[in-house]
């Protein structure tokens, strides 16, 4: 009786993930074809999907056949390669592939003892982004959920940083009462820059902001001069016009002073990889941290973003979790480099085809990823005044 429940189980487990990727797979078929924003009908139909909790068990293949037919109709198809909206980014095959065998394996990466491969992946997918991306080869990384957490992870390590040189530790002693931190950004910076500076503690009425060009990039000609104690958040690619900062001379006068320059590339930092655009993210390279994400330029999906510090020592200080039963393994870990203590293998499985292959389809022909895609979406005097023919896809879907 026991066996023929287990076979009964195995068996309903092949058929529901069976289920699953067929419909995943008829999906990405038809996302060339498919309108981009969903039809009132479509959103309409979601309000089925408000019922009580179910008092019993529901059929596994019920419940997926119930998302596909409410859900994938009420999506947006930014993976369709009409969609001109927010800067969201496709998704690769080998990504939403690799995606699925992440899910399977369902790995926690916060120390190697918990899953060796995904400590593996990591390590190899941040070399192979910072080799990439020009960045020091020694630096240290921490993959996370997106790029706001990215630039907190960042700017974090730079408070603890700049502190631990006046002698306070602030992860002990916390920031009241700590020197005080000058920050320095852009007239134009990200709202996500702002939004880690609040939660990192600074606030964002205490930064000193720095006239912008009509462009959006940092007037290097209005900087002031500062204590060695600031954070200056520079830009590679403004989200509105696609301008950067000028980095090779703001990471000049920062580093002269003995400031920190931390770089929002969650836009723009991907230009480096590209022959034809390379020279716009000149400099940049001298900053000492950089907040990215690779589900932009890249294509591999959501939940990936990487934060990236020529500091390792001071990283690990930062956001490592330490505790009794935490053993410390090496070599670099999510509970030591990105403070998860919990964390979906992202780097390991959501690295090795969702940044990792994608990069080395890039590493094949730099050019085609992002400078294509650059041309697509070129803005034209600063504005967008038309969408192009990109590829085989025909047609646009803006959604602002």
């Not at 390279?285 to 990487?306: C, F, I, M, Q, R």
């Not at 979906?344 to 292959?357: D, P, S, T």
């Amino acid at each position: 009786m026991a066996t023929d429940t287990k076979t009964k189980r195995q068996s309903q487990s092949g058929d529901v993930l069976t289920l699953a990727a067929e419909r995943a797979q008829r999906y990405v078929s038809a996302a060339g074809q498919r309108r981009v924003a969903p039809s009132e009908a479509d959103v309409a139909a979601l309000a089925e999907l408000h019922e009580p909790f179910p008092s019993l068990p529901s059929d596994p293949s019920e419940v997926i056949s119930k998302l596909d037919e409410l859900g994938s109709g009420a999506t947006v198809t930014t993976t369709g390669g009409r969609y001109f909206g927010f800067v969201n980014g496709g998704m690769l095959p080998a990504a939403l592939a690799a995606n699925w065998l992440a899910g399977a394996w369902n790995q926690n990466a916060a120390l190697r003892v918990m899953s060796p491969v995904a400590s593996e992946l990591e390590e190899v997918v941040l070399g192979w982004v910072c080799e990439a991306l020009g960045l020091p080869a020694d630096c240290a990384g921490g993959l996370v959920t997106c790029a706001t957490m990215a630039n907190f992870t960042a700017l974090a390590t730079a408070r603890q940083a700049l502190l631990a040189r006046e002698g306070w530790n602030v992860i002990e002693d916390g920031m009241f009462g700590a020197p005080p931190i000058e920050v320095v950004v852009g007239a134009e910076a990200h709202a996500s820059i702002l939004k880690a500076l609040s939660l990192a503690g600074f606030g964002r009425k205490r930064v000193t902001t720095i006239e912008a060009d009509s462009q959006g990039r940092m007037r290097k000609d209005r900087l002031p001069r500062f204590s060695k104690q600031a954070i200056v958040c520079i830009q590679a690619g403004n989200v509105n016009t696609g301008a950067f900062d000028p980095a090779e001379e703001i990471c000049a006068w920062a580093h002269e002073q003995g400031a920190w320059v931390h770089v929002d590339g969650a836009f723009g930092l991907w230009a480096r990889v590209s022959p034809r655009y390379e020279y716009l993210a000149r400099g940049f390279e001298k900053a000492d941290s950089w907040a990215t994400d690779a589900h932009k330029w890249p294509n591999v999906g959501y939940d990936s973003g990487l934060a990236i510090v020529r500091d390792g020592a001071a990283l690990r200080a930062s956001m490592g979790i330490t505790a009794a039963y935490l053993t410390r393994f090496a070599p670099r870990t999510d509970a030591s480099h990105a403070g998860y203590i919990e964390a979906r293998a992202r780097g390991g499985i959501m690295g090795v085809a969702k940044i990792a292959g994608p990069l080395r389809v890039v590493r094949a022909d730099r050019a085609d990823v992002c400078s294509r895609a650059a041309v697509c979406g070129r803005p034209a005097g600063g504005r967008i005044r038309r969408v192009e023919r990109c590829g085989d896809q025909s047609g646009a879907g803006v959604l602002w």
